[in-house]
């Protein structure tokens, strides 16, 4: 998935990579559930929101995302599509990465909470 957002990163130019954190207005996670936990608790020291798709997140994640939800915006969806749902087919993971990066753009404008694809549809 990381491969999928880094492609329309760079034939974007409303987007950037960054390899600091404290240089990012949003960070798009789609790693393991320790992943997402390690830059949950990043996001948290640099006051960067935070997107996640990464699926398998248990417990220590729930908890972790509530107490940080306090200081910063935390988006989590493991279906990131603008236009899919688990009744219609998605032909390449394109479709998702434009949904995570949408999601990136619109979490820098809200409050810290916690929030889903439905909050960034306007749903």
Do not use: K
């Not at 790693?31 to 936990?37: D, K, R, Y």
């Not at 398998?56 to 899919?84: F, T």
């Not at 990465?97 to 949408?102: P, Q, W």
Request: proline share 3%.
């Amino acid at each position: 998935m990381g491969q999928a957002v880094s492609t329309i990163i760079e034939d974007d130019e409303c987007f950037a990579l960054t390899s600091r954190i404290q240089d990012a207005d949003a960070v798009v996670d789609f790693s393991s559930p320790q992943g997402a936990l390690d830059a949950l608790q990043a996001c948290v020291a640099d006051n960067v929101p935070l997107v996640t798709g990464t699926t398998a997140l248990g417990s220590d994640w729930r908890a972790a995302r509530d107490a940080a939800a306090r200081s910063v915006a935390i988006l989590e969806a493991p279906n990131m599509s603008l236009g899919v749902n688990l009744g219609h087919l998605a032909f390449n993971r394109s479709i998702f990465a434009r949904g995570a990066l949408r999601a990136a753009e619109w979490i820098r404008t809200v409050s810290p909470g916690t929030y889903s694809m439905r909050d960034v549809l306007g749903g």
